[in-house]
């Protein structure tokens, strides 16, 4: 059975699977029943300094897919609401009672060394496992100068990392925004000043929808709304490419990245960690089902590690992070294009009108005895995909490699490139 | 073994309360939420085997998808472009072999969209609303005379008056709406559905209708074909087949289903209709498969039914048999009627024989007899055509196939201006979604006569 320990710039837990800071961590009451359904660490909903946030009514947007499933989600909340005292007195009591677990602290106050220095001792003092810097928060606290206002000047990621190493022994974390052009400056910053580790993303600047009836965005509050923090499935693969970018950026290579953004299961997990991500963060997920979640992530992962013979997290992190490269760097000579597998195929027509409305007109309606008969055409496909990912049937079309004789070339190399270097 | 000198024929068998659930919306409406997530299973297929199975074409994955999208009304009005009667269609549709029976969701896991609950909902949220989707074209002038007010004739009335023709409807019976109103079970349209829907049929205006009148008896089809540019015959089977046994006219408590059916559904108070205590009937269809579940909710106490063929060769679909086991309804096959005993004139047993096919596939009987002992003995065993009054005394005649009016393509009959739909044509689907769309068929081609004259 694969062993899913891990240990994380020192922070141990029974597995990778921690909750995102957030309501779900924002009480003892909520992390200690996080903690019995088995969640391997938490980190504490942010803690700022007194007098605490005040919050609206009410806070949620969504966008649902057709099933009614909340496939992404999205709030106007701030930091914890509650005083300082009270959570701090919480997290104590939570980190002695279940000494196993990861407990790590999201912090955020304003940009001052006093503020920062002022609030390190009083985490430590708790027993908690390390910090968080919460510099990704994209509304309400950016407009008072902390959260994605910071996290969006380097400079300012890079002081305050600094700060915090010099005021505390605890592990810090810096949490990224994602609302910049470049996620790697910001992570080189956290790195330079001299940040443990990174953990990515936080919420994205969105409006989720208007209300058509009162002419105003939600979540209402009182007419109005604002825009708010996007997260859930939606954008797990925007966090993707920001995790892959900072895992292989040169600069930041080996700097060790909590993934956070869209994970919902244990296929998620193994996703991110297999782009290097020492553990995970869930929120909306969990949000979305609860805390059970984490059985189906736990089992799941575990036996597919067994599957692939991975006995440890170790075995297999970071071993897609190789495979990403640059779009000049692909084979322009690969050729692969769909196939129907007509036993598994029940005839809907989607894979055709996709491909005859907006693609290459690659799959032939056809009628044989009177039933209807999706057919590839092998000359008119360009193996786009489109076709794999209508077709509601899964495994009824896969893409397969065509032998073309060729060997590898890439766009710097290839002749039709008038930019092309030099060959050599 | 000891037998009622008198038969058991009796009224008020169950409690009031009892018998309002059981004819009660044998499959309740789909609310909102319910629509929503079984809209959503529908994959928008691409030329849609569905649709190809429906005789009205609805365009089943665009009106589906307006339901998921919440554009209810734009969903109903999809249906009723192609449908009039979609309402009435979405409640009686046999769907297990139509539209249901090709969804490609049978395919990955036996199990459908469920259509027909989905095109209810959407048309009877359009018919609470007050939008009315239909508007007339400027009036033509022309006169065109309907006959019979069911499903084929309240179609093609409704395709003229939107392009701006006169139409008069002649109906024999007292209300409009065919077997809609007299003779589908009464659990598939509760409320006086079948009303409401021709009332929403007529609000489009250029409709009158003459209830009460026949023809043949108040009118003729020479004098309509005269006095109107075209004529449209919908007027259904007015006859139902005999058994042609001895006595069968005069034994008491032996019925016509298709007249019992009529009386209970017009019936204001269901308590009041006299059903017999062990009850026999005798067809494979349909109308067979109503009537004995119709009298067993009524309180009947055994029901038997009892097809000549096996159950494969019932034109009653396999999921009404299966409804009728359910309501505890005794199946019997292989078997035909060969006598009917009576006692004081009213029945009290029936003798059957057993059958077969022999070895050209011929239904034979097998001479081994058996009875059933019973109060009433329902006949369902097919209508047919009544053809007095079109042929009766015209000067020329109508041709005829299999009994049946004979029409073209465009339901256009072998009489100069005159056309004919629903189950009075040769079409061998009587459906109430082939009515409509036999009624539909012919408007149009109606129009384009009338347009060219
Ligand atoms: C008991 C029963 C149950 C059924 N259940 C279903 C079901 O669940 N689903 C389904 O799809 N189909 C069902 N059917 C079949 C369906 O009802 C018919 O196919 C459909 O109603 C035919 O429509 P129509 O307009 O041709 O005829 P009808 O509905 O029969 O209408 C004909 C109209 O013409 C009138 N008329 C008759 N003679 C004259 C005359 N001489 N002058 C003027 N008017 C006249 C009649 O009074 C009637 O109003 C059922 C049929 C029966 C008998
Ligand atoms: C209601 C809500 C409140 C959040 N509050 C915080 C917060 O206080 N501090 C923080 O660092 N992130 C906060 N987040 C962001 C999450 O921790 C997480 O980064 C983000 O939701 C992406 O993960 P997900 O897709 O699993 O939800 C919040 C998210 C939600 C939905
Ligand atoms: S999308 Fe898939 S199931 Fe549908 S027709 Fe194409 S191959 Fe068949
Ligand atoms: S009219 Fe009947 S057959 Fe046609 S789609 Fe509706 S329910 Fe199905
Ligand atoms: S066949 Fe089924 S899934 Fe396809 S369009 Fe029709 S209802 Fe939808």
């Not at chain 1, 040169?250 to 553990?279: Q, V």
């Amino acid at each position: 059975m694969a062993d899913l320990r891990s240990n994380f710039i020192g922070i141990k837990s029974p597995n990778p699977f921690w909750l995102a800071s957030a309501p779900p961590t924002d009480k003892e009451y909520n992390v200690v029943r996080a903690f019995k359904a088995g969640w391997g660490g938490v980190v504490w909903k942010t803690l700022g300094e007194n007098p605490p946030v005040v919050n609206v009514s009410s806070r949620y947007g969504a966008l649902h897919s057709a099933d009614q499933r909340m496939i992404g989600f999205n709030n106007i909340e701030l930091i914890t609401d509650r005083p300082l005292e009270v959570n701090l007195r919480e997290i104590k009591q939570v980190k002695r009672d279940w000494p196993d677990r990861a407990v790590v602290v999201s912090l955020m106050v304003p940009c001052t060394e006093e503020a920062w220095k002022g609030i390190l001792p009083l985490v430590e003092e708790t027993g908690a496992d390390g910090v968080e810097l919460n510099f990704g928060c994209p509304h309400g606290m950016s407009e008072r100068g902390m959260g994605s206002a910071v996290g969006q000047v380097p400079e300012y990621v890079g002081m305050v990392a600094k700060w915090c190493k010099q005021y505390t022994r605890m592990p810090v974390i810096v949490k990224l925004t994602p609302n910049v052009t470049d996620v790697r400056k910001p992570a080189r910053a956290a790195k330079e000043g001299g940040a443990d580790a990174v953990s990515l993303i936080n919420t994205i600047n969105s409006i989720t929808s208007i209300d058509l009836d009162i002419m105003a965005p939600t979540p209402t509050v009182d007419g109005k709304g604002t825009h708010g923090g996007y997260c859930g499935p939606a954008v797990k693969p925007i966090a993707m490419h920001m995790v892959a970018d900072i895992a292989r950026d040169k600069d930041t290579f080996g700097l060790p990245i909590s993934a956070i953004g869209g994970i919902a299961n244990w296929r998620d997990a193994a996703e991110f960690i297999a782009l290097s991500a020492g553990t995970v963060q869930v929120c909306t997920a969990a949000m979305h089902y609860g805390f059970r979640i984490v059985d189906d992530m736990i089992s799941g992962l575990a036996n597919w590690m067994d599957g692939k013979g991975y006995k440890t997290i170790e075995d297999f992190r970071g071993k897609a992070v190789p495979n990403v490269t640059d779009w000049q760097f692909l084979n322009i000579n690969y050729k692969s294009i769909a196939r129907i597998d007509q036993d598994k195929c029940i005839k809907c027509g989607l894979c055709h009108i996709a491909c005859e409305d907006t693609s290459h007109q690659a799959i032939a309606a056809q009628r044989v005895d009177g039933k209807r008969r999706y057919e590839v055409i092998d000359a008119e496909c360009v193996g786009c995909n489109l076709c794999n990912h209508v077709c509601p049937v899964p495994d009824c079309i896969s893409m397969v490699a065509v032998e073309t004789g060729k060997p590898y070339l890439n766009w710097t190399q290839d002749p039709r490139n008038p930019m092309r270097k030099a060959a050599e | 073994m000891t037998q009622s000198a008198t038969p058991d024929i009796a009224a008020g068998r169950l409690r009031a309360d009892d018998l309002a659930a059981n004819f009660d919306d044998v499959k309740p409406p789909l609310d909102r939420k319910k629509a929503l997530i079984e809209s959503s299973r529908c994959y928008f297929c691409h030329d849609a085997p569905c649709v190809e199975a429906c005789p009205t074409s609805i365009d089943v994955p665009n009106f589906i998808r307006m339901i998921n999208t919440g554009n209810t009304l734009g969903a109903a009005e999809e249906i009723l472009d192609a449908n009039i009667l979609g309402g009435m269609c979405a409640r009686v549709c046999p769907t297990e072999i139509l539209c249901e029976d090709k969804c490609v969701r049978n395919t990955s896991e036996d199990k459908p969209v469920n259509i027909g609950m989905l095109q209810r909902y959407a048309v009877d949220h359009l018919l609470q609303s007050n939008h009315r989707p239909f508007a007339r074209q400027k009036p033509t002038g022309k006169r065109v005379a309907v006959v019979g007010g069911g499903p084929a004739g309240l179609s093609c009335a409704h395709a003229l008056a939107i392009h701006g023709h006169d139409v008069t409807i002649f109906e024999a019976r007292p209300k409009l709406g065919g077997l809609n109103e007299y003779g589908i079970a009464a659990y598939k349209t509760v409320n006086d559905f079948a009303q409401k829907e021709v009332q929403f049929i007529l609000s489009i205006g250029g409709i009158s209708a003459k209830t009460g009148q026949a023809l043949g008896r108040d009118v003729t089809l020479d004098q309509l074909r005269k006095d109107f540019d075209a004529v449209f015959l919908g007027f259904g089977l007015a006859g139902v087949n005999a058994l042609g046994l001895a006595d069968e006219d005069k034994l008491s408590g032996v019925e016509d289903a298709v007249a019992y059916i009529a009386d209970l559904r017009q019936a204001a108070d269901k308590s009041k209709l006299k059903v017999g205590r062990k009850v026999v009937v005798i067809g494979g269809g349909n109308t067979a498969i109503d009537i004995s579940v119709q009298t067993k909710r009524l309180g009947a106490e055994d029901v038997t039914l009892v097809y000549r063929r096996g159950p494969e060769h019932m034109s009653a679909t396999w999921h009404e048999q299966e409804f009728a086991q359910v309501n505890g309804v005794k199946l019997k096959h292989w078997a035909r009627p060969i006598r009917l005993l009576g006692h004081n004139g009213a029945i009290k047993e029936v003798e059957f024989e057993r059958t077969a096919l022999d070895d050209r596939g011929q239904l034979v009987g097998t001479g081994e007899t058996y009875s059933i002992l019973c109060d009433q003995v329902f006949k369902a065993i097919g209508q047919k055509l009544v053809k007095d009054p079109v042929n009766g005394k015209a000067r020329e005649s109508l041709d005829l196939h299999g009994g049946k009016i004979a029409v073209n393509e465009e339901r256009k009959t072998s009489l100069g201006n005159v056309w004919a739909g629903g189950d009075c044509i040769a079409s061998g689907i009587d459906l109430t979604v082939q009515s409509v769309e036999d009624g539909k068929v012919a408007a149009r081609s109606i129009d384009r006569y009338l347009r060219g004259k």
